[in-house]
């Protein structure tokens, strides 16, 4: 995917296939004909050279359902964040961890 710049124009130009796809699902997804267009906002952090990717959050769409840590239980109530994508969750004392941007989230003490 060809991604070019020019001042506040983001042009994204698909250089295959799926990626016309993919285009077209974030297209659709981000337009409404009604003027309720969203917005991406950035998650977490992109470093070239560190990160392989950007990620971005679809402002007004709905995430799916919340994935727990299989053996990962929380020793106290404490408040769990992800460090990635700075989402916050509350976890009761016993209650499995969530796993968040692909590992454990982190407890803020």
Not at 11 to 40: F, H, R, V
């Amino acid at each position: 995917m060809k991604i070019s710049v020019d001042r506040n124009v983001v042009e994204i130009t698909p250089e295959s296939a799926q990626e016309k796809a993919s285009l077209d699902t974030l297209w659709k997804i981000i337009i409404d004909c009604y003027g309720n267009n969203k917005k991406l906002v950035p998650m977490g952090h992109y470093v070239p050279g560190i990160n392989d990717f950007a990620r971005f959050n679809i402002e007004g769409v709905e995430g799916g359902t919340t994935v727990y840590s299989a053996d990962k239980t929380a020793p106290k109530d404490d408040t769990y964040y992800c460090s990635i994508c700075n989402k916050y969750m509350k976890v009761n004392a016993g209650g499995a961890v969530p796993l968040c941007c692909g590992r454990d989230m982190e407890g803020l003490e």
